[in-house]
């Protein structure tokens, strides 16, 4: 059985004062409120994780993570953080390829393939985000697109290192939106990423891969869109922002 998960992608948001708060606030609530065996994985500017571990550590069901790492282990980078860095830290998750840095910074399936080497050598877990736009979506094949996405970063990963990868499947048009999929088109794309992931490793494997949903995930959808049998969990942007509602969604899982 896949792990369920629910993460909070914080973006490019809130100053210092206000990630302390806002931290301080979701860590209170899962310690009172939250039950059950879900993750939780809060994913803050990088600036910050190295202060709220202190702030995390007496929540066990919370781990940090960071938004994006470099695909080279260190050097003439100037402004890029490295997975040793990372790891060094203590600090366990990275996002990979979230749609945004690849629209922005230009990612491409075989960048995000040398990230998410870069991460599984140095023991972190990457989250590896995929997804198809809206024009793809209008084409008939667009199953195919995000599938392809998976081939191109991920498939060169052998059994052992398929298993430390949790995807998340974020239609970019549902980003930042308000539009969300139908918990019916979440479902049917988790499973065709599934059966994709099955043909290459093995159903035993596949089944055992967190497949999260992400895209306009809040309070009141969570629940419906949490029941698919293959959404694991979620990746939860503008409504990790605020404690009330993430705690609210991570309930739903
Ligand atoms: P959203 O973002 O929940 O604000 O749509 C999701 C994401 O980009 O991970």
């Not at 979701?26 to 809060?42: A, P, Q, S, W, Y």
């Amino acid at each position: 059985m896949a792990k369920k998960i629910v993460a909070g992608n914080w973006k490019m948001n809130k100053t210092y004062e206000e990630a302390l708060a806002l931290v301080s606030e979701v860590v209170n609530m899962v310690k009172d409120e939250v039950t059950g065996d879900v993750r939780v994985i809060l994913f803050p500017p990088a600036l910050y994780v190295s202060t709220l571990r202190s702030y995390v550590k007496d929540a066990p069901a919370i781990s940090l993570g960071v938004q994006n790492i470099y695909q080279k282990a260190s050097g003439a980078y100037t402004g890029e953080i490295s997975a040793p860095m990372v790891k060094s830290l203590g600090i366990q998750y990275v996002l990979v390829g979230h749609s945004e840095r690849r629209e922005y910074f230009d990612e491409t399936n075989e960048v995000l393939a040398e990230k998410v080497n870069i991460a599984l050598e140095n023991g972190l877990t990457p989250v590896f985000c995929c997804g198809e736009s809206l024009q793809q979506r209008q084409n008939e094949d667009y199953k195919g697109f995000v599938k392809n996405q998976l081939t191109e970063s991920l498939f060169h990963l052998g059994p052992e290192e398929i298993q430390k990868v949790v995807i998340a499947y974020e239609p970019i048009w549902a980003i930042g939106t308000g539009l969300t999929a139908s918990a019916e088109q979440a479902q049917e794309m988790h499973k065709a990423l599934r059966d994709h992931l099955s043909e290459k490793y093995g159903s035993p494997i596949a089944s055992g891969i967190s497949i999260l949903y992400g895209g306009s995930v809040g309070a009141g959808n969570a629940a419906e869109l949490f029941a698919g049998p293959d959404v694991d969990g979620g990746l939860v942007g503008g409504a990790s922002l605020k404690s009330r509602d993430f705690t609210e969604i991570i309930k739903a899982r």
